[in-house]
């Protein structure tokens, strides 16, 4: 299985900052994924990290609130913008690979909005 | 389309057996199963690829039957450590990997 680790593991935000979560992968991973999941609900695909170009956002998520880059194929980062309540959620990093393109997810970024 | 998972809680006490069913509305090709325990990230199980096709893990199987577009997951004798919410997935049309809404399992002593 791949292997993926992402930081922050756990914060507290204050209304209205923003707060980047950093996501490494190994080299098994050939597409990257954030995903979020608020409190007792499924997991939601929030976009595709595209090596050197845009991020593929899912409908429902913009590029203004949660930008996301991928400079290179192991690395990415997904930003939180301006966060209110709302956004208090597990924040996940995903990667692909392997048989059937099986998704891996790192830790998890438990973020709380105060 | 998000996959629909029944039932959408279950309470076992150790050693009993429990069946979690996960379908689609749409042709599946594939599904996978995950396991998130409290406080935890999900954590992958196993991928089921072929119509019919039956996988294991630990005393925790699962079968795909394409034409019914749907997949069961059976946990046998469960242990205390089984306790969690199980999530299936499926791609969809654009290629991306679509959860259902999840079953949580309680395994008491």
């Known amino acids: 299985s791949a292997v993926i680790s992402q930081k922050p593991s756990r914060d507290i935000c204050q209304r209205g900052t923003s707060l980047t979560i950093q996501c490494q992968v190994d080299s098994q991973v050939t597409m990257m994924f954030w995903y979020r999941q608020q409190p007792g609900q499924s997991l939601t695909l929030i976009a595709t990290?595209?090596?050197?170009?845009?991020?593929?956002?899912e409908s429902g998520f913009v590029i203004d609130k949660f930008p996301i880059s991928r400079p290179n194929l192991t690395f990415s980062t997904l930003t939180v913008s301006n966060m209110s309540p709302e956004d208090s959620s597990i924040y996940l990093c995903s990667g692909s690979g392997g048989i059937g393109n099986t998704i891996y997810f790192g830790e998890g970024s438990w973020l709380t909005v105060v | 389309q998000q996959p629909v998972q029944s039932p959408q809680a279950v309470i076992l006490r150790e050693g009993e057996d429990a069946v979690i069913n996960c379908s689609s509305s749409k042709a599946l090709y594939s599904v996978h199963w995950y396991r998130q325990k409290h406080g935890e990230a999900p954590v992958f199980l196993m991928i089921?690829?072929?119509?019919?096709e039956q996988k294991g893990h630990e005393k925790i199987s699962a079968s795909f039957n394409e034409k019914k577009q749907q997949s069961s997951l059976y946990l046998t004798a469960s242990q205390l450590s089984y306790s969690g919410t199980y999530f299936c997935g499926t791609y969809n049309q654009g290629g991306k990997l679509i959860f259902g809404q999840g079953t949580e399992l309680s395994v008491k002593p």
């Open positions: 089921l690829l072929k119509g019919g």
């Open positions: 990290a595209n090596q050197g170009s845009e991020a593929t956002y």
